[in-house]
T-cell receptor, first 112, second 117 residues
Framework: GEDVEQSLFLSVREGDSSVINCTYT??????LYWYKQEPGAGLQLLTY?????DMKQDQRLTVLLNKKDKHLSLRIADTQTGDSAIYFC????????????FGAGTRLAVHP | EAGVTQFPSHSVIEKGQTVTLRCDPI?????LYWYRRVMGKEIKFLLH????????ESGMPNNRFLAERTGGTYSTLKVQPAELEDSGVYFC???????????????FGPGTRLTVL
């Protein structure tokens, strides 16, 4: 079946940049997403990118998509303690019905 | 505008018991999805309703799981009888229906943490 993989843990110093990486198998996915989950909260859509784009920037967030390698990354500039959370990469399943295929989540820890 | 709500937030039951989870989607959202995250692993799709109809239930693990959405508003997910491996966080999401569009942002609830002992 379709699969999304991401590293499980990332630790960065406050003020540094964070880069969270993700690979996916469904080459026909039209949309790829980054969701953020803070403790006790639901999943919040951070950003998404359409498959015909290479890059999308939104304030401190930069998404890079390498469609050839099926690799997606999320860069957070000037990482703050409030960015500590679990970040999920997801791909829209190309078989229809808007089903999302998620990775296992990357826990980002920001320390002073 | 109220977001997606789920009840209960936590449930602890014994193996063999029955549990019913409830999801209230955002008002007016025709699409309702159930997902599950087991033991820190990936979040897996369970099923998708469009209004009261099951559009895709390919992710339902077995016939111990029954989802309903009577009247096309809130949805329930019943597990009967519960097994140890059913423990995890059950997320509900909803989205508006957009005919012919591939993109449809899904808004997630906070999840129900189910522990089966």
């Amino acid at each position: 079946g379709e699969d999304v993989e991401q590293s499980l843990f990332l630790s960065v110093r406050e003020g540094d940049s964070s880069v969270i990486n993700c690979t996916y198998t469904d080459s026909s996915s039209t949309y790829l997403y980054w969701y953020k989950q803070e403790p006790g909260a639901g999943l919040q859509l951070l950003t998404y990118i359409f498959s015909n784009m290479d890059m999308k920037q939104d304030q401190r967030l930069t998404v890079l998509l390498n469609k050839k390698d099926k690799h997606l990354s999320l860069r957070i500039a000037d990482t703050q303690t409030g960015d500590s959370a679990i970040y999920f990469c997801a791909a829209l399943f190309s078989g229809g019905y808007n089903k999302l295929i998620f990775g296992a989540g990357t826990r980002l820890a920001v320390h002073p | 505008e109220a977001g997606v709500t789920q009840f209960p937030s936590h449930s602890v039951i014994e193996k063999g018991q029955t549990v019913t989870l409830r999801c209230d989607p955002i008002s007016g959202h025709d699409n309702l999805y159930w997902y599950r995250r087991v033991m820190g692993k990936e979040i897996k799709f369970l099923l998708h309703f469009v209004k009261e109809s099951k559009q895709d239930e390919s992710g339902m693990p077995n016939n111990r799981f029954l989802a309903e959405r009577t009247g096309g508003t809130y949805s329930t997910l019943k597990v009967q009888p519960a097994e140890l491996e059913d423990s995890g966080v059950y997320f509900c999401a909803s989205s508006q229906w957009t005919s012919g569009s591939a993109y449809n942002e899904q808004f997630f609830g906070p999840g129900t943490r189910l522990t089966v002992l």
